[in-house]
């Protein structure tokens, strides 16, 4: 009864799906041309919180426990439940098989594959628990591994001649959300997995030994004559709800992690090498916990951020000092499909762009980014958005030979001249002032899910949070 009533409640929602909303529009403004597409690229698969849930099926758990993460598939092919999730729910065996296909249908050969963090399912400790109460912390402990390894196999084994490259977030710690261990067993198991991927081409030879340390590295992206600098952070250590509650209280890795990033990016500038900055999370206002727990900010002077201070200053500062060498940002955690611009109305402003999840606990749909990317430069030129349209599939609606559909092109859907920092600043600019295209790009925000998402809640405040990173800032642009 419960699943006919959600059905009910879906199809509602969705009453409007056929009609499609504005797209690809022409807002007509002078400073926004669309790009050539037509100009050779190279193409990169940006894919974040996947969280998958690898105890979605419970009666499958003691046998995944006993076995080596070589038959998990088998294992999961057994399950009598091989329909997809739904919205609320974190990615599961049938999800998660769906996205790979539609990864590979979408880019057969990318030229590098991206992974923004948040590979394990949200309170995965306490599901565990729930499914196995008395097992040891070493027990615990071999399944979160395993559960990585499993993730880790599955990219190797479907892109086996693509380079790929992760970031751990802040969900990827057996000792629990916000609790990254520094030079932690974890961190050895995670470089160990990915290791064939991350060098493959040579590209990062010293990636075990950096990324065992303290969860970050520096690695190199070669194509034909050009090179690319790519510094992969761990991010967790400079959050707000970090804590160090399983590594040495006397070590702390947030700033070892700033000095070693400044070091990198000065080094890449000295020789005039591009550089991608990778991160869990975007810097700044957790636009959502501000307006959720804050929404009289203005008046209370309360904001959620991201990172703390003092590392959200210092990032930001060096993100601001190196701009010219800084040629894209990549992140995720938020969930959405966003942006943002730093140094905003400086001579070379930088944008991050924000992946969708996989996962669609936030009832948004299930998606995730194509670059493509200036082989030259390694400038981002535009950026197309593949999503499940789940209300449909608990409709029974889709194309279930196609189920994931490009539902979003950036240049074309918003007349932008290219991807870069400054037509995004533009871009969100004219978000407060133009209906149709905020409208545009809310529905775009949450991957053409039926949900509103929370950037609707204060349309001007949010525009704000994508331009500026500190409560003064912040406060000043959306408080006036």
């Not at 426990?65 to 049938?94: E, L, R």
């Not at 499993?150 to 057996?174: H, M, S, Y």
């Not at 194509?223 to 959050?239: C, S």
């Not at 869990?280 to 307006?291: D, I």
Request: hydrophobic share 40%.
């Amino acid at each position: 009864m419960r699943k006919i009533v959600w059905i009910i409640g879906i199809l509602f929602l969705c009453a409007g799906c056929t009609t499609q909303p504005l797209r690809f529009t022409q807002f007509n403004s002078p400073s926004r041309i669309p790009a050539n597409e037509k100009k050779p690229t190279l193409s990169v698969l940006f894919v974040s919180d996947i969280h998958f849930n690898s105890l979605a099926d419970p009666t499958l758990v003691p046998t995944l426990i006993s076995s080596p993460v070589s038959k998990w598939k088998t294992v999961f092919v057994t399950a009598k439940n091989q329909h997809v999730n739904s919205y609320g729910a974190d990615t599961d065996y049938s999800l998660l098989m769906s996205a790979m296909s539609a990864m590979k249908a979408a880019l057969p050969h990318p030229d590098l594959i991206v992974l923004g963090g948040d590979f394990i399912a949200h309170k995965f400790h306490q599901k565990f628990r729930q499914v196995v109460p008395h097992a040891s912390r070493k027990e615990y402990a071999d399944f979160f591994n395993k559960t990585e390894q499993f993730l880790a196999r599955l990219f190797i084994k479907n892109f086996p001649q693509t380079q790929i490259l992760p970031v751990l977030g802040n969900n990827d710690a057996p000792c629990g959300d916000y609790k990254s261990q520094p030079q932690g067993s974890y961190l050895r198991a995670f470089a160990r997995a990915w290791q064939p991927a991350v060098n493959r081409f040579g590209g990062a030879p010293d990636f075990v030994a950096q990324f065992s340390k303290d969860g970050f590295y520096s690695a190199t992206v070669r194509k034909d004559k050009t090179a690319l600098r790519v510094l992969a952070l761990n991010d967790d250590f400079w959050m707000s709800h970090y804590k160090n509650k399983c590594g040495i209280p006397s070590y702390n890795a947030g700033p070892t992690e700033l000095h070693w990033l400044n070091q990198k990016l000065q080094m890449s500038s000295n020789v005039h090498e591009p550089v991608w900055l990778m991160t869990h999370g975007p810097a700044g206002l957790n636009l959502y916990s501000t307006f959720h727990f804050h929404p009289t900010f203005c008046h209370t002077h309360l904001f959620s951020m991201i990172y703390k201070e003092p590392y959200n200053s210092q990032f930001i500062s060096l993100v601001n000092k190196y701009a010219n060498t800084i040629r894209v940002m990549l992140a995720g955690h938020t969930h959405m499909n966003e942006f943002r611009v730093y140094g905003a109305n400086a001579k070379t402003p930088v944008v991050q762009f924000i992946d969708p999840a996989v996962s669609p606990i936030y009832k948004n749909n299930p998606a995730f980014d194509v670059l493509s990317v200036e082989p030259k430069t390694f400038a981002v030129l535009d950026v197309k958005t593949y999503s499940l349209n789940l209300a449909a599939v608990l409709a029974g609606s889709l194309n279930s030979k196609r189920p994931w559909v490009p539902i979003s092109d950036l240049d074309r859907e918003f007349d932008l001249k290219s991807a870069s920092g400054r037509s995004l600043e533009i871009l969100d600019k004219e978000l407060t002032n133009n209906n149709n295209l905020f409208n545009l790009y809310a529905f775009r925000f949450m991957s053409e899910s039926p949900f509103h998402g929370f950037a609707t809640k204060n349309r001007t405040a949010y525009a704000c949070g994508l331009l500026h990173f500190t409560a003064e800032g912040f406060s000043h642009c959306s408080c006036k």
